[in-house]
């Protein structure tokens, strides 16, 4: 005769295993005294429950699945990068408007939009980074949206019919810190989102990705540029003929050293990120932002110069990056999988 | 936020809780009104948990039974946190419409 742990373990038999005994103990907590049988409401109630769990698992993953946890990481390493480019503008900004303040060959709206036309931008992700630490996933996703949509929107008018406002910030914008919030979006769309990211890292690891991030971003700065050039230019400085290209020249100079920071920050962090799935993930996912950069730099150690000539191909560059990286990642794990193939209850 | 959702989350932040706990606090959160079933808590708990709202805490077996503990996170208390000042706004503007509204006897005839 059938009693009421098997009748109840015949329905559990919908569920995952890991739920199963979990949830029969539960079910007998509940139980009236003298139970035999469950109840239609129940029953209705444990198929139904079993249908939103299995279809759920089938769409996102179990437990936030492997990918989907290696997209919270990517994001919040995606959004942390964010922060720290923002940084860099700002310490940037008084130098550029100081350097710039005396030309004449330019109207006032130009020379504003050029040196801080990307100012809101940075604000809209600074915005994001907050929502995102409060809590509020739903609105930083929607801002998140809108800020790429815009971008996406004044590049396209500005590439097809030319001058636009905020189109010539749009572009400077338009490679790295786009696909960084691209990164960022899909992370709060399809995985638990970057502060979930955070917390698998652990709180030293999360830590310490926005100094590096800091360290990073100030190496592109002008303070780091008079290290090279021995003058350094205050906000307030006159302008001068060729003090904007002196100041390139100098950020370009860094380009070995920023090279060698960036290649040892990225290792530290493939170290950390390689000991699990997920975080093999990540890094898979943030070779789409990181490949632009490297190209552009071996383009320039070889050519000595590199063209850039709108973003598409970068995003070709980027998109191509990823498909290696996956590939890559395949093969790293296919002689895991295999193993797991072999012995299925391992 | 769906009211199992909300009534696992007001459980969870008095803190960790096993499955059988939640049920009956939330029984009690909501004054007897909601009885949670297994299937439509197991269902948010997983969903939560995928979500990072709420972490497994540890496990236990009592008289042979097995306990497992759930707590809730930073995120699913800033999550709670914005339902709860969602819910007072609403709250406070139907309060605020149902003050304003004559009483009857005295409206206009």
Redesign the interface.
């Known amino acids: 005769m059938r009693t009421l742990e098997d009748r109840y373990r015949r329905l559990l038999a919908l ?1 995952p295993p890991e ?1 199963r ?3 029969l ?6 139980a009236r005294p003298g139970q035999a049988r469950p109840s239609v ?2 029953t209705a ?6 249908v ?2 299995r279809a ?2 089938l769409v ?5 699945g492997t990918w ?1 946890q290696g997209l ?1 990481i990517a994001g919040y390493v995606s959004l942390v990068l964010l922060l720290a480019d923002g940084l860099r503008f700002l310490v940037n900004a008084p130098y550029v408007l100081a350097l710039t303040a005396g030309d004449q060959s330019r109207g006032a709206f130009e020379h504003l939009s050029a040196a801080l036309g990307t100012g809101p931008y940075w604000l809209a992700w600074a915005a994001v980074a907050v929502l995102v630490r ?4 739903r609105t930083a996703t929607g801002l998140t949206a809108l800020v790429l949509t815009a971008q996406s929107a004044v590049l396209t008018v500005y590439l097809a019919h030319g001058p636009v406002p905020y189109g010539m910030p749009a572009t400077s914008v338009s490679t790295v810190p786009f696909l960084l919030g691209l990164l960022c979006t899909a992370s709060l769309v399809t995985s ?2 970057p ?2 990211g955070a ?1 698998l890292l652990g709180r030293r690891v999360a830590s310490a990705v926005p100094a590096a991030g800091a360290l990073l971003a100030l190496l592109f700065t002008a303070p780091s540029a008079a290290l090279v050039t021995g003058r350094m230019y205050w906000p307030g400085d006159r302008y001068q003929p060729g003090a904007l290209d002196m100041f390139s020249g100098a950020l370009r100079m860094l380009q070995v050293g920023r090279l060698l920071v960036v290649a040892a920050l990225g290792i530290a962090l493939l170290a950390v990120l390689a000991r699990s799935g997920h975080g093999r993930r990540a890094c898979a996912l943030l070779v789409l932002p990181v490949t632009p950069v490297f190209a552009t730099v071996a383009e320039t150690a070889v050519r000595g110069f590199s063209v850039e000539d709108g973003p598409h191909g970068p995003m070709l560059t980027a998109v191509a990056g990823l498909a290696v990286a996956l590939g890559g990642l395949l093969l790293i794990e296919l002689p895991a999988r295999l193993r797991k193939g072999a012995h299925p209850s391992a | 936020m769906q009211e199992p959702t909300f009534l696992i989350l007001t459980a969870l932040a008095d803190g960790p809780q ?3 706990g939640i ?1 009956t606090d939330a029984e009690r959160i909501s004054g007897g009104r909601t009885r949670l ?7 948010a708990l ?2 939560l ?4 709202l709420i972490g497994a805490d540890r496990e236990e077996v009592v008289d042979g ?4 503990y759930y707590r809730l ?3 699913g ?3 709670l ?2 339902e709860v000042d969602a819910l007072r706004r609403r709250t406070e503007a139907a309060a605020r419409r149902l003050a304003a509204r004559p009483r009857p006897g005295t409206a206009p005839a």
């Open positions: 569920y739920r005994q979990e949830m103990d539960v079910l007998l907590d509940a409401v129940d109630d444990l198929l139904f429950g079993a939103r769990i759920r698992r996102c993953g179990a437990g936030g989907q919270a409060r809590g509020f996933r638990p989102g502060a979930h917390r | 096993h499955g059988y049920i079933r297994a299937g439509t808590l197991y269902a997983d969903r948990q995928a979500d990072g039974r097995l306990r497992r996170t930073d995120e208390a800033a999550a946190a914005a």
